[in-house]
C-alpha cells in the first residue's frame, strides 16, 4: 500500500468516527424523547460503517447457491447429497428436499430434513454409481492445500474429482462449481482452473449447463453459456457446472 492510500485510509477512519460519535450522541438524546425501552451506554457501542450506495455482496456464494437451488427446485429430488458445498445451501433447500451434507470437519448443524457427517472428499465412503443428485461447490479447489487440516496434496483436487464421478448415478446429476480464469494455485487458499481443464476432467460425463460468475459485476450476474470471449477474460471468476453421467 502506498503512502497516499495509507492517508486515505486513516482519513476516512478518522472521518467515521467522528461522525460515529455525533451519531451516537444525537441519538442518545432522541431517546430521552420516547419511551427509553433499552439500555444505551457507550461502553456497548460497536461500530460498523455500511453507508454504501447499494448493498455489497460476495458474488460468487451468492449467485451459486441461486442457481444450485434453482437446479432442486425444478429437478425435485428424492434425496440430494452435498459434499463440503454452503452451508447456507443446504440448510434453506432443506426446507423442501432431504439433504445429507458431509466437510471434512462436519457442521453441528441441526435441521428437520437435514443430516450432517464427516466425510473425506478423496475417499467417499459411497458405492460407485450410488448417487442420484450430487453437489459439490467452491469445494475442490481446496483440496491437498492444508487450509482445513487436510493432507497436502498436489493431485488432491483430481483426486476428489474421481470420487464424484465414481459415486455418480448412470444418468445422475452433479453439481460442481470452482473458480475460473488463468490456471494457478494461490497457497493455500485455492485453486484457479480454466474451462478447458474441468470440461476435461469430467469428459466421460455431459455437461448440461455452464454458468459463469463473472468477477466484474458490469459483465452480469449469473450468465449461462457464456460467450468464450468472457471467459477467456475471467482471472477470478466463478464456473457453475451441471453435469449429468
Partial sequence: MNIKNLIERISTRLNFNKHFKRDFNLFLSLSTQTTQRFNINWKDVHPINEKTEKTDFDRHYVYHTSWAARYLAKTKPEK???????????????????????????????????????????????????????????????????????????????????????????????????????????????????????????????????????????????VINPPNELIMKQDYGCGCYWFKK
Avoid: W
Avoid at 466437510?103 to 428437520?112: E, K, M, Q, S
Avoid at 443430516?115 to 475417499?123: A, E, G, H, S, Y
Avoid at 448415478?169 to 482452473?193: C, E, M, Q, S
Fill in 80 to 222: 440430494h447429497v452435498d459434499i463440503s458445498s454452503s452451508l447456507f445451501f443446504s440448510g434453506i433447500c432443506s426446507a423442501f428436499v432431504k439433504i445429507e451434507f458431509y466437510d471434512y470437519r462436519p457442521a453441528d448443524l441441526i435441521l428437520n430434513n437435514l443430516v450432517c457427517k464427516p466425510i473425506d472428499l478423496i475417499k467417499l465412503p459411497f458405492e460407485s454409481n450410488s448417487i442420484q443428485s450430487l453437489s459439490c461447490m467452491h469445494t475442490v479447489e481446496h483440496i491437498g492445500l492444508g487450509r482445513y487440516g487436510d493432507n497436502l496434496d498436489p493431485d488432491g483436487d483430481l483426486k476428489a474429482i474421481n470420487e464424484l464421478r465414481r459415486v455418480l448415478a448412470p444418468n445422475g446429476n452433479l453439481l460442481f462449481v470452482v473458480p475460473i480464469g488463468k490456471p494457478k494455485i494461490i497457497f493455500n487458499a485455492h485453486r484457479i482452473y480454466s474451462h478447458e481443464q474441468i470440461t476435461e476432467y469430467f469428459k466421460d460425463l455431459r455437461m448440461i449447463e455452464f454458468a459463469l460468475i463473472p468477477e466484474n459485476g458490469n459483465e452480469g450476474g449469473l
